[in-house]
């Protein structure tokens, strides 16, 4: 077994659809985060990206998509951003970890959403769920699930959407648009989310906006930009942009307009989401790992994601424990105690007004 590493550009159409037919022969990559579409795209932009092709003699088994940082710290492509992460090989391969960090030139990978079936993926690596919603089975079944387990929140939303309609204006829906206008304003709006929450702004990173516009623009049978919006009156509510393969729709960056915020824009526009993406063929939609509240209303399961390192014997290797681990384990203390991670959101939200204020 050897491997050839490569910038996403020198990849040949036989090595993508190499690694497609291996992503889509396995339900443990079916997430557009591992498809080769969106390593290529942010290749394009990010020089740090590699991949490693794993051969096992003239067989290709795996690829393992990384960027490759200073020291040899390697992490997932567009770190910090993406939903699921690791390999994506053939089932049954053995991989040799330490092996595959020796060959790529890492003393350390470091992950916070690696998917399951991985051979980096070892007993000491904290897991985390990851709520899904199931379309498997079609909308009705869906809806008959809400009713029974999330009742009084799928009737308020109903209602609230017929008030929404009755104070505003006509509901429109438009799923998978194109259009690079509406998705600005969705930006704008997360935009404002996260300073309101005291969070760090993503979009103030031109190469973020630009990875954007460029995944819209992608549109394939495979893997494609889905940019989803509703309207009252014409006017902008709520949307949402994420990616999907041919039967799973990652959730991304859902947003709504703060003016219409007490009729729970965000679950109206969820809501018909899935029901258009359960029409256009999607049977899972991953809302990603995160304790958020409309997650545990509208979620029918759980998929499990990883978060740890796999690092080689070295002083890069310790460098970054040092650098790295602890406040990954107060993270991780902190999002696993309900009063510890209201705390820490409340206290974000007031640094959020406060910036704002002192920004004006």
Not at 249 to 261: E, I, K, Q
Request: glycine share 8%; charged share 25%.
């Amino acid at each position: 077994m050897h491997v050839t590493l490569a910038l996403p550009r020198e990849l040949g159409e036989a090595e993508v659809s190499r690694w497609r037919a291996l992503q889509e022969a396995d339900t443990a990559f079916d997430n557009p985060f591992l498809s080769p579409e969106f390593t290529l795209t942010v290749g394009e932009l990010r020089d740090l990206v590699r991949v490693a092709v794993i051969h096992d003699g003239p067989d290709i088994v795996g690829f393992f998509p990384f960027e490759r940082h200073p020291l040899g710290i390697g992490k997932p492509v567009a770190a910090g951003l993406t939903d699921a992460q690791g390999l994506v090989h053939l089932k049954d391969v053995h991989i040799d970890p330490l092996w595959l960090l020796k060959e790529c030139g890492l003393a350390v990978y470091e992950f916070d959403h690696l998917v399951s079936g991985q051979p980096l993926l070892h007993a000491r690596h904290e897991r985390h769920p990851s709520p899904i919603i199931d379309l498997r089975n079609g909308w009705h079944h869906y809806t008959e699930s809400l009713r029974r387990n999330s009742g009084k929140t799928y009737k308020t939303t109903l209602a609230k959407s017929r008030k929404l309609q009755r104070d505003a204006g006509p509901l429109r829906h438009d799923y998978a648009t194109t259009d690079l206008e509406p998705l600005r304003t969705l930006l704008g709006w997360k935009t404002d989310q996260y300073r309101r929450t005291g969070r760090a702004d993503r979009f103030a990173h031109p190469w973020i906006v630009e990875l954007v516009e460029r995944l819209l623009a992608t549109q394939s049978d495979s893997f494609a930009g889905v940019l989803d919006m509703i309207y009252v009156d014409d006017r902008p509510v709520a949307g949402h942009f994420g990616l999907r393969t041919r039967t799973t729709l990652a959730g991304w960056f859902p947003a709504y307009d703060t003016h219409f915020a007490k009729y729970s824009p965000g679950l109206i526009h969820h809501l018909a989401m899935a029901e258009r993406a359960s029409e256009a063929g999607i049977e899972i939609i991953d809302m990603g790992r995160g304790q958020k509240e409309y997650k545990d209303k509208l979620k029918t399961g759980e998929l499990e994601v990883a978060e740890g390192r796999v690092a080689r014997i070295g002083p890069a290797a310790g460098v970054h424990w040092v650098m790295r681990v602890p406040v990954r384990k107060t993270r991780a203390t902190v999002m696993a105690n309900p009063l510890l991670l209201k705390t820490a959101d409340k206290t974000l939200k007031t640094y959020g007004r406060l910036r704002t204020v002192l920004q004006r």
